[in-house]
């Protein structure tokens, strides 16, 4: 069974930092990609980064280019979003998800289907 889990969540001031975790729950042959997605209240759900489970290829939403980065670990099943620089508008439940088809690219973003239960990220002073 492919289960994913988010944390890393919490309370921070403008400028801070966080880093989000997803442990995925089987291993990086078994899926493809990890996409980190936000939902803030009364918006739909926005892509934020991803990342290749087969070349490590990485992609940013112009929101947070340039403040946040993504990463994993093969051998913990990890993939990890840095969020650096947090600005309020970053404020939303952060989401981790994979997909389950081949032969897409990480930000073919409508392909994602098994999805995390989600962890909340607030920046306020």
């Known amino acids: 069974q492919l289960q994913l889990v988010e944390s890393g969540g919490g309370l921070v001031q403008p400028g801070g930092s966080l880093r989000l975790s997803c442990v995925v729950h089987?291993?990086?042959?078994?899926?493809?990609?990890i996409g980190w997605f936000r939902q803030a209240p009364g918006k739909q759900r926005d892509e934020v980064s991803c990342?290749?489970?087969?070349?490590?290829?990485?992609y940013f939403d112009p929101s947070v280019k340039g403040r946040f980065t993504i990463s994993r670990d093969i051998a913990k099943n990890t993939v990890y979003l840095q969020m650096n620089s947090l600005k309020p508008e970053d404020t939303a439940v952060y989401y981790c998800a994979t997909m389950r088809k081949s032969g897409y690219v990480c930000y073919a973003f409508p392909e994602y289907d098994v999805w995390g239960q989600g962890t909340q990220v607030t920046v306020s002073s």
């Open positions: 089987g291993s990086f042959s078994g899926y493809y990609h």
């Open positions: 990342i290749s489970t087969k070349d490590g290829d990485t």
